[in-house]
């Protein structure tokens, strides 16, 4: 048995920027019992023969204790994003079972993706901490035959069942219909699953993908990041049989589509994996009726150039009383922004990347209780701590609060660059 060492990796590029959830832990590498003929990580590593269907190599659980002990309490990790975490060598190695009770103990949040129904075995349901689990369990085909002819996990039928169980049960749980394959799926059965949540993911088409189902991709005429997808209205069209479900998300790689999906369809568009966080609290503090103010959202890089201060100074003095500035008040501009718009008595917004305070902090306690000011939080759950993540679902919810977008300065590539993309915004200072 090997030992699989890079278990832990933050993915970056195209699908970091997109994906909120890009920290990935894999208790089993390079290799999958489930051997999909379509499988991404087997495309990229089977040609070096570095992928072993029948023998993954195997995370050592001690090390994983050790790098979970250093994560931030209310990280989200994702397990299986190279591999399944709950593939047959789990029954064996339990390097899951074992993760998911450090995971408990040191408070981390974890979205498991998988298409085995052993999480919804007694055994495993009595260690998934509610307050910290988040499932997804996957579904190519509502037909057990077609799916087997591509996919050797647990028959369809028994994951949905599986998803119905634990949705019964109370988990945070959600059908993913990924990759989404129109010709593949019984809408019927399908809108009957047991279950809240749905997320869907469509196909994007390469030669390898060409080679592995046999399907007419005429209408795969959209080219975006070195694949071929539908165009967003057959998309829409597609979505639209979707239905019965409270809660609809689709997970996408295609920029317009994005922008659609969070705008007009994602329950969090925030969130398309639409987690959820349990809290008895309310996620705010301070004057609610900012909300109804025409919102500016300011961001700015955690770079920045020194003239932008003064460009930043005079462009408050033009913002009228009745205007909320909207910000997560957190990079050097930013909270220069704050201590101005304090003095000044403009109209604050304040977002936070970590749960809301058990109290208001002092600083802000005058123009919390004079109505000046209100601090809210998108995160519903025990995130005591910032991370990169963290902030930029905070600065998406800037954006998707606003009503219009102001930008300090900008640094080219980095995160701000990334979700700004396709958004209108007045830049104040430089592109860096
Ligand atoms: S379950 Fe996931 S990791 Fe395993 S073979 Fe299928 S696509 Fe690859």
Request: proline share 2%.
């Amino acid at each position: 048995m090997k030992e699989f060492k890079s278990f832990y990796k933050t993915v970056e590029g195209n699908e970091g920027q997109k994906c909120h959830y890009s920290t990935r832990l894999d208790t089993y590498g390079c290799g999958c019992f489930h051997d999909c003929k379509y499988c991404y990580a087997k495309s990229l590593l089977g040609f070096r023969d570095l992928w072993h269907p029948d023998d993954p190599s195997v995370a050592d659980i001690s090390k994983i204790e050790k790098k979970i002990k250093t994560l931030e309490k209310g990280t989200v990790l994702r397990l299986g994003g190279m591999t399944d975490c709950f593939q047959p060598c789990e029954v064996k190695h339990k390097v899951t079972y074992k993760t998911i009770q450090f995971l408990n103990k040191y408070g981390i949040h974890y979205l498991i993706v998988t298409k085995s129904n052993l999480i919804a075995s007694d055994e495993y349901m009595k260690i998934l901490d509610k307050n910290l689990a988040h499932i997804q369990i996957t579904v190519t085909s509502t037909d057990d035959k077609t799916a087997l002819t591509y996919e050797q996990a647990t028959i369809s039928s028994e994951r949905i069942k599986a998803i119905e169980k634990l949705s019964a049960n109370g988990f945070d749980v959600a059908i993913r219909v990924s990759p989404f394959i129109p010709e593949y799926i019984d809408f019927d059965i399908l809108n009957k699953v047991k279950c809240k949540k749905v997320i869907v993911e469509f196909l994007r088409v390469n030669g390898f993908i060409k080679r592995t189902f046999d399907l007419d991709y005429s209408q795969y005429t959209h080219k975006e990041g070195g694949y071929y997808h539908l165009p967003l209205e057959t998309k829409k069209k597609l979505i639209s049989k979707i239905k019965g479900f409270e809660q609809i998300s689709v997970c996408e790689d295609c920029t317009e589509a994005y922008n659609y999906w969070k705008t007009h369809v994602n329950y969090n568009p925030s969130d398309c994996c639409n987690l959820s966080f349990n809290s008895e609290k309310e996620n705010y503090i301070g004057n609610l009726k900012l909300l109804n103010n025409h919102k500016m959202g300011f961001l700015s890089s955690q770079k920045s150039h020194p003239n932008t201060i003064s460009k930043i100074t005079e462009w408050l003095e033009t913002v009228d009383e009745d205007i909320c500035i909207v910000s997560g008040f957190q990079s050097k501009n930013e909270s220069k922004l704050l201590d101005l718009s304090l003095k000044n008595n403009k109209k604050i917004i304040m977002v936070l990347s970590r749960e809301i305070y058990d109290k208001c902090p002092t600083k802000f306690e005058k123009a919390v209780n004079s109505g000046q000011m209100l601090i809210i939080s998108p995160f519903d759950n025990m995130l005591k701590v910032t991370n990169r993540d963290n902030a930029k679902i905070r600065n998406q919810f800037v954006l998707d609060t606003s009503d219009e977008i102001v930008v300090g300065d900008l640094s080219v590539g980095g995160m701000l660059d990334g979700i700004l993309n396709g958004k209108a915004f007045k830049l104040l200072g430089e592109k860096l």
